[in-house]
């Protein structure tokens, strides 16, 4: 007698997977094996939906029954030249119209470096020039119903990615704006060494805040540049269930995406690695 | 007619170099290289002072007239098992009687990172340990005049050597001891995307704590492993005078350190890099 067959691998209703995860996976082939894994939900990313047409996108995760959870990405608000801040916020506006077109609530704004080769070291001013950014950004992504959600990224992008360093820094940026306009994305592959991180997340949570979710573990050695290490659920040293619960706790309700950058599991097959990412999850984030 | 000589470079009385800037240079060559420049102090490190000889070496630096501005490092305190923690309170009070016998007053301290191997993910729990291990060799070294300092590591040493993150960390865990038993060591590289930093460093100098500060840029992109791309004062982002005059304006008093982690710097001949180090001191951190 053969062993009955194992039930199939079903995502949880709350999982959702970013694009980048499995970037190898061209979007339809994603949509497919989303709907085979019983995945709901999916953040994408603005190059490829780009490349594939934003209302053909639209319609092909529509058509799956996906939601798309989460946008990325706008922002890089820093630059003092007049000519490349209109630049910046006109590419932003336009992330904000495909934002709506994609049928999505949330917009994930990264902030920007220190404007590279004018020796500016100046990271408060930097911060207050993404404020004004915000202050031109936030009604016209209201008036197309998409929230903006401020990402901070580790300290290590700090001179060259993102001024914006933390998730207390990213939630007083925020609150300068009504809650349903500006919130934060929190992914605790940037905010989980962070012991004023859980209080900020549980604050930005009960105050209607918390936009998006994001997980990925942190592992070491980091690679050269230190962008594509961000380690598969469980392969590291961050708690998950303890984000997630604090979270949760708090009143979120939202979708939980699960957002790799690695240059390993981009090398393997996306639909292995996106099954991997779902038992994973249930292993590890749950 | 040639033109006149320019006068010898010399070093600004405050500054102290630390060894592992120049750690081609054996310590007789530091010590006259030293001399050369009229460098007043040195920051030594255990190892290659061990490897020479500790009354040696205690005797060659004092003989030139030179201040031992800190010993680097005890610490890696956040063993669980009683035996591996036995040996680091052990080896710990060793590095305070190598400070004592050198005759400086200020061993830094490297808290640990997160245990390895057990799937400790408890960073709050590890910072305890370091807590209690402290609480254990602070009495140690006051017996003999040596203070603990407390070096916050950058956020991305979180998970494989340093649990204690911030400057705000350091302070919190210093002052549940004696202001001269525990302070922390402020570095520049650690802690300069902090916007919290500047504060907590002039509360620290207030009441007495600020035992060592440290200079290294930050540039980018980082080396693999993250660990020797501790750049050159004036190649990155960071912003000396603003630091250094934040810690003068508080009351800081003591001496001023370059440590520069840099595999392109241990490249090259350790006396033009020392040389050039005095010379990027005047032009970025004066």
């Not at 962008?227 to 997630?244: A, V, Y």
Request: glycine content about 8%; proline content about 7%.
């Amino acid at each position: 007698m053969t062993p009955p067959a194992p039930p199939p691998l079903r995502a949880p209703a709350d999982f959702s997977v970013n694009q980048m995860t499995v970037k190898q996976l061209p979007l339809p082939e994603l949509v497919t094996a989303c709907a085979d894994l019983g995945i709901r939900g999916v953040g994408l990313w603005r190059e490829p939906v780009q490349e594939y047409g934003i209302e053909a996108a639209a319609k092909l995760v529509r058509g799956a029954g996906l939601a798309v959870t989460t946008l990325c990405r706008g922002g890089f608000l820093t630059a003092h030249d007049p000519a490349e801040r209109a630049r910046a916020l006109a590419d932003n506006r336009a992330a904000i119209d495909e934002a709506a077109t994609l049928g999505t609530d949330t917009l994930v704004l990264v902030s920007g470096g220190l404007p590279a080769g004018d020796q500016d070291r100046d990271l408060p001013a930097a911060r207050e020039r993404v404020a004004d950014a915000l202050a031109d950004l936030a009604p016209y992504a209201a008036d197309r119903a998409v929230r903006l959600a401020i990402e901070p990224l580790h300290p290590m992008y700090a001179a060259d990615r993102c001024v914006v360093s933390t998730l207390t820094q990213a939630l007083d940026l925020a609150e300068r704006f009504p809650a349903d306009q500006v919130g934060v994305c929190a992914d605790t592959y940037h905010i989980w060494w962070d012991d004023q991180a859980p209080t900020t997340l549980t604050h930005a949570t009960t105050t209607g805040r918390l936009h998006a979710l994001q997980l990925a573990d942190w592992t070491t050695p980091l690679p050269h540049g230190a962008l594509t290490g961000r380690g598969q659920l469980g392969d590291g040293t961050i708690d998950f269930p303890h984000w997630r619960t604090l979270a949760r706790s708090a009143g979120y309700t939202g979708p939980i995406e699960v957002e790799l950058f690695n240059d390993t599991l981009w090398a393997r097959d996306g639909r292995e690695v996106l099954t991997e990412t779902v038992r994973r999850y249930v292993a590890h984030a749950c």
